[in-house]
Each structure stands twice: as structure tokens, then as C-alpha cells.
């Protein structure tokens, strides 16, 4: 959560999940970040990036190697600029 004099103006949720290790990974967790926000008036001023920093830095502290999201069109340069990187993986799902 960010925040600024005293209300809040960001946000964003992460779950552990475990994951399968593979050739590149051998921790089996993968935390998934969902629902980034950050109110209009305070978008460009680096609260997204601090709220994905602080993030990070839980996962390291816990040896979690790995994140994945879905981004949106006003994320994606951000997350980019972080090192993230689209990759190709063979998801599928249904809606019940």
C-alpha cells in the first residue's frame, strides 16, 4: 500500500504459489503479482515502482526467485524497465 498524507493512493496484491522447479529454477514457488494501482493524480511519480520494489524485496528476504503478472498497457513499460519479459508459455483456461 502507498500512501500520501495519510491517504491511500496505491496498491497491489501478491500470492505464493508453489511451482514447479525447472532447468533454469530449482525454488518451487512463484509469486504472482495481480491488481497494481495507483490513483490518476499520482501516476508517474514512481509510487507503482516502489509498491513492485517493496515487493521484491518480501520475495528475496523469503528466497523466491521468480514473479509473474499480467500487465496491462500502462504497466508494461514499467515493468519492462524492471526487467521483466514477456515470455511464451503454453497457458490455457476455461471459465466455469
Not at 66 to 93: D, F, I, K, Q
Amino acid at each position: 500500500m502507498a500512501e500520501h498524507d495519510g491517504a491511500v493512493v496505491g496498491g497491489t496484491g501478491m500470492i505464493v504459489v508453489p511451482w514447479s522447479p525447472g532447468p533454469s529454477r530449482l525454488n518451487p514457488r512463484l509469486a504472482w503479482v495481480f491488481n497494481v494501482y495507483v490513483e490518476r493524480a499520482h501516476r508517474g511519480q514512481g509510487v507503482g515502482r516502489r509498491l513492485m520494489d517493496a515487493m521484491h524485496s518480501w520475495c528475496r528476504t523469503q528466497g523466491i526467485e521468480r514473479l509473474a503478472l499480467n500487465a496491462t498497457e500502462a504497466g508494461a513499460r514499467v515493468y519492462r524497465e524492471m526487467g521483466y519479459t514477456t515470455v511464451r508459455e503454453p497457458m490455457m483456461r476455461i471459465d466455469l
